[in-house]
Structures are given as C-alpha cells and as structure tokens.
C-alpha cells in the first residue's frame, strides 16, 4: 500500500516539536533556577525622634518623640500619646549653652494654645486632651542669629544625643506680584523674581501665609508649605528668574478645578523663603519625595538623612 504525504502537513509536524521541545527546556531551565530565599528581617526597636527647629530672632523649639512600628495603629491618639516628656534639653551657640524650659499643652495659655496649635496642625481641643510637650527658651542668648552654629543636645532614658545646624545667610527675594491666568481674570498665581547669589550652595524652603481673604475674612491660615515646597540652585547658580507659586489651601472643599491652585483678587498673602544649609535641604527634599511617592510600588525607595547622632531620627 502506497501513502502520499503532504508537505504542509509535514511542517505542520515539526513546528509542533520544536514547540514542545522549547516548552521542554524552558521548564528545565525554571526548575533548575528555583532557589528558596529567606529574609531576615531585623526586630522593632523604638528610636528617639528629634523635630527641632530654630530660626532668625526666633527661640529654639524641641519636640521630642518615639518612632512607631510600621504595622502600629495609626490614629490621632496613638500619634499624640507618643510625645515624650522628662528629657533634658539644651541649646549652644558656641559661646552661650541653655538649658530649655519643658512646657506643656496641659499648661498652656489659651493665646499658647493657639500658637502650638498652628505649629503641629493639631486643634486647641485635642491639645487639651492630651499632655504634649516642647522645649524651648525665653532666654534671648541663643536665638536665632545669621551665621551661627548651633549645638542641640539631648539627654533621654540615660542616652544622650547631638546635632548641629546653622542658620545661614538669607537670599532676599527682588520684588513679587500677583499674576492672572487666562480664562481666570480674577484668579492667578504669586509670582517672585529671585537673585541667586554664585558661586555656592543654596537651599530653599517655600511657605506662604493667607491673612486676608479676598471676601473679607481675616482668618489667620498659618504658614503651609506648596506641593514642592523645597528647591536647590543646580540648575539657577548665579542667576535672576521669576517664578510662580501656587496657593495651597485651594484644593478641594469644594473649590472649582479651574481654580485650584489659584489666588483670587484681594488676597494679602505672607511668604516666607528660608535657607537652609545642605543637610538641612537634604532631609527636607527627601522628606517631600517620599511623601509625594508613598504608596507607588514603582518609586525608588527613599532614605531619609538627618544631623543627629547616636540612632535618633528626625532633624534639627
């Protein structure tokens, strides 16, 4: 008997075992690359957290905190129950060392309340409810001076810890002004015209301040910092620009999307541009490029530097 083949069918064949050949040694190659890893994560240890801060004709501020376990609750009262008290604080400037004063939200004055409250963003009735203390000074010797360095120290649970900062030269800004948008006669963006000095480092922190209300309101909004608040002279050493900024507190609350972002006619608004120096800057850009990144399975894991010793976390 006599079979006539045909030569597509033939083909047809052989596509079919090299498929299965290659499947074959893939599967092979898998198996023989299978390796079980096991990661050893290092156990929690609770960390002292430094959030100091001082600034030209201005007393130092201290608050003081323990870090939290990542998989730790996460509410307000967990949040404020970690402040810590008892520590002792001090303040140098190379020639004057001071001890700071320990004070208390359950001591507060009403007017101090207030103050606080707009430095940690917490509402005068939660300060009440709990006991959150600062450490700070009414002694005139070490505030904040240009050109200083100032030493903090600390002294916590039998450990003692340091940092250094120093309050650098200001760059005052040119001129600003108010700019419209179009399609937005009555709303637009601040703009500023910066001189930045040559030939060296300069860090900057943008923050504004709404203390009137183009309807009339009076509300004093506190000092908010923008989306990208920090900025370095890599890319502008030497030279005079204009720049926008955009106001911060028009988002959301009902605010129109063609107006976020904007400032309306007959807002008096604050600014306020400090410098800081490279550390200072450093912590403060990575700070903000993990806030802006948090949660994105694809962003490069960002460590955050500070200028204190001995294991702390934070800066001052």
């Known amino acids: 008997m006599k079979y006539e083949v045909d030569r597509n069918t033939i083909n047809k064949g052989l596509t079919m075992s090299k498929k299965l050949l290659y499947i074959l040694v893939i599967g092979i190659l898998i198996s023989s690359c299978t390796k079980e890893v096991v990661i050893d994560i290092p156990g929690y240890e609770e960390t002292l957290v430094v959030d100091g801060r001082i600034e030209t004709g201005q007393p130092p501020v201290i608050f003081l905190s323990t870090s939290k376990e990542v998989y730790s609750p996460t509410d ?11 520590a002792t604080v001090s303040v140098s400037n190379g020639t004057s060392t001071v001890v700071l004063d320990e ?95 040559p030939n060296q480092f300069d860090g900057y922190l943008w923050e504004v301040n709404i203390i009137g209300h ?33 106001n911060p507190f028009a988002y959301g ?14 807002d008096t608004v604050l600014i306020k541009l400090s410098k800081m120096d490279r ?3 450093e912590f403060y850009e ?22 204190l010793n001995n294991g702390a976390l934070g800066i001052w």
């Open 76 to 86: 307000i009262e967990t949040f404020l129950n970690g402040y810590i008290s008892g």
């Open 103 to 197: 004070i208390c939200s359950s001591s507060l004055t009403p007017a101090m309340a207030e103050v606080v409250s707009a430095m940690l963003g917490i509402p005068v009735s939660q300060l009440t409810n709990y006991n959150i203390c600062a450490y700070t000074t009414l002694d005139t010797t070490v505030w904040g001076e240009v050109g200083k360095t100032y030493t903090l120290s600390i002294t916590h649970d039998g450990k003692n810890y340091t940092g250094e900062t120093t309050i650098v030269d200001p760059t005052p800004l040119v001129t600003s002004y108010w700019q419209p948008e179009s399609g937005t006669p009555n709303h637009g963006y601040s703009w500023c015209t910066l001189a930045d000095p």
């Open 214 to 246: 183009a309807n009339g309101d009076t509300t004093d909004t506190g000092f908010e910092p923008t989306y990208s608040p920090v900025f370095d002279d890599a890319f502008f050493d030497g030279l005079e620009f204009d720049f926008w900024y955009e």
């Open 253 to 266: 609350g009902g605010v129109a999307e063609e107006l976020r972002g904007l400032y309306e006619t007959g």
């Open 279 to 281: 550390t200072i800057f």
């Open 286 to 307: 990575k700070k903000y490029v993990q806030l802006q990144t948090a949660g994105n399975p694809f962003a490069t894991p960002t460590n955050i530097p500070n200028n």
